[in-house]
């Protein structure tokens, strides 16, 4: 499969913890990345690989995986975390890039 | 610090070529190992990947846009370019060059850093 699944919209309350998964055949054999997209802006990287956080991205996001599942988590939400999360990662064949549909984070 | 500019038509016709320029700032884009590639977003929606050249030339593409899509380096001027041909009001979306790394024996793939964007509408 080619496809990679998200929830459409999630929402924490400020401070608390949420975890947006992906899900996708892919992620048996592929790790995950993570984007973080206010409006208009470009996406930024938050989490690539197994759990590599950028330099600048606060150590409050982490990533993880699971079988076919992949997981950003936010371990106490901030105000300004509230944006789209997009997760991406090779296609089961290796060749090709796939994104998901992106999860709009709402922190209440 | 490696930085990357897109440019090109904000307005381009229906049936007509989209083409858009990439240029690369603070590094070589001829470097060995380095991979580039496109992305676009509709409004409102989400990602897309469109595809990638790696430095030697090989190009990776999105089956839904292979048909329609080229994308070449011009190394004198340290760019990369991205052509879509035959375009329809669906094909208008920001366009976001990247550079697509890879590691850990090819099991991760990510996109850092990325251009602004630019926005192209499909208009006639």
């Known amino acids: 499969s080619s496809e990679l699944t998200q929830d459409p919209a999630v929402s924490v309350a400020l401070g608390q913890t949420v975890r947006i998964t992906c899900q996708g055949d892919?992620?048996?054999?592929?790790?995950a990345s993570w984007y973080q997209q206010k409006p208009g802006q470009a996406p930024v990287l938050v989490i690539y690989g197994k759990n590599n956080r950028p330099s600048g991205i606060p150590d409050r996001f982490s990533g993880s995986s699971s079988g076919n599942t992949a997981s950003l988590t936010i371990t106490g939400a901030q105000a300004e975390d509230e944006a789209d999360y997009y997760c991406?990662?090779?296609?089961?064949?290796?060749?090709?890039?796939?994104f998901g549909g992106g999860t709009k984070l709402t922190v209440l | 610090q490696l930085q990357l500019q897109e440019s090109g038509p904000g307005l381009v016709k229906p049936s007509e070529t989209l083409s858009l320029t990439c240029t690369v700032s603070g590094g070589s884009i001829s470097s060995s190992s380095y991979y580039w590639g496109w992305i676009r977003q509709p409004p409102g929606k989400g990602l897309e990947w469109i595809g990638s050249i790696y430095y030697s030339g090989s190009t990776y593409y999105n089956p839904s846009l292979k048909s329609r899509v080229t994308i070449s380096v011009d190394t004198s001027k340290n760019q990369f370019s991205l052509k879509l041909s035959s375009v329809t009001a669906a094909d208008t979306a920001v366009y976001y060059c990247?550079?697509?790394?890879?590691?850990?024996?090819?099991?991760?793939?990510?996109?850092?850093?990325w251009g602004q964007g630019t926005l192209v509408t499909v208009s006639s």
């Open positions: 892919s992620l048996r054999s592929y790790y």
């Open positions: 991406n990662s090779r296609d089961s064949s290796g060749n090709l890039v796939v």
């Open positions: 990247a550079r697509p790394r890879i590691a850990a024996a090819g099991t991760v793939l990510w996109f850092d850093p």
